[in-house]
């Protein structure tokens, strides 16, 4: 352990530990990926998203900023009675309690608690398909009944730069699934592909959190 993070005891995992507002020198990332598909997520939260192409074919915007790292998907959580608006990640709601995150070999693991929920976010690509996943899950440790809600939030890029792609970007709600579909039709090589976001089929749900209940949410995003 160098202060900040270390290998687990059977070196399987690298574990950072963030508090009292420390932080890397450097992004500390993690890539996952398949043969046909990836992301990037560092220490402090998602990265970006590809798929075939890691420069042309960005799902999200990856940045070249190595101290910002500011983060192209974000979940967030919030208090719907009191208003209060946090993430299962150091980024973009940075907070004093502790975060730990663990990079293993195909996943990245976030544990974070404040608020009285504490919150599980493991992230993954299966072996084979197409698709990041996220599984959020939240765990009420106060003594009251909660009602939260979670929001994903994508930067969508569909390209290599985003200045190029944005004005091209065209996204829609698919009335089967309530999905988000983005495309870019101004591509030669990837045009007739479709990126997807969604949120396990509860996009406008609300869950009501009994006390010291759990509730598992699983977040598909960026296909």
């Known amino acids: 352990f160098n202060g900040l993070g270390g ?8 574990v950072t530990v963030l508090s009292d507002g420390h932080s890397t020198p450097a992004p500390w990332i993690n890539v996952i990926a398949n ?7 560092s ?3 998602s990265g970006y998203t590809w798929s075939l192409n ?3 074919n960005q799902l999200t915007a990856w940045s070249n900023d190595p101290v910002s ?5 974000t979940i967030y959580v919030r208090d719907e009675e009191t208003g209060e608006l946090w993430t299962p ?3 973009p709601i940075r907070e004093r309690s502790p975060y730990v995150i663990r990079h293993g070999r195909g996943y990245t693991f976030f544990e974070h608690a404040s608020h009285g929920i504490s919150l599980e976010l493991m992230q993954c690509v299966p072996l084979e398909d197409p698709v990041k996943i996220s599984r959020l899950t939240l765990t009420n440790v106060s003594d009251k009944g909660r009602r939260i809600s979670v929001t994903a939030y994508v930067e969508w890029l569909l ?3 985003r200045s190029v792609a944005a004005p091209f970007v065209v996204t829609e709600v698919d009335e089967e699934t309530g999905a988000i579909f983005a495309r870019n039709a101004w591509r030669r090589d990837f045009g007739a592909r479709v990126a997807f976001a969604d949120l396990g089929g509860v996009q406008a749900g609300r869950v009501r959190m009994g006390d010291r209940g759990l509730l598992p949410v699983r977040i598909p995003a960026s296909g």
Not at 7 to 14: A, L, N, W
Not at 35 to 41: D, I, K, N, Y
Not at 69 to 73: I, L
């Open 7 to 14: 290998f687990d005891r059977d070196g399987r995992e690298y």
């Open 89 to 91: 990640t150091p980024l």
């Open 35 to 41: 043969p046909g598909f990836g992301f990037q997520v």
């Open 54 to 56: 890691s420069r042309e």
């Open 69 to 73: 790292d500011p983060p192209s998907e």
């Open 159 to 161: 390209g290599a730069s």
């Open 43 to 45: 220490e402090s939260g």
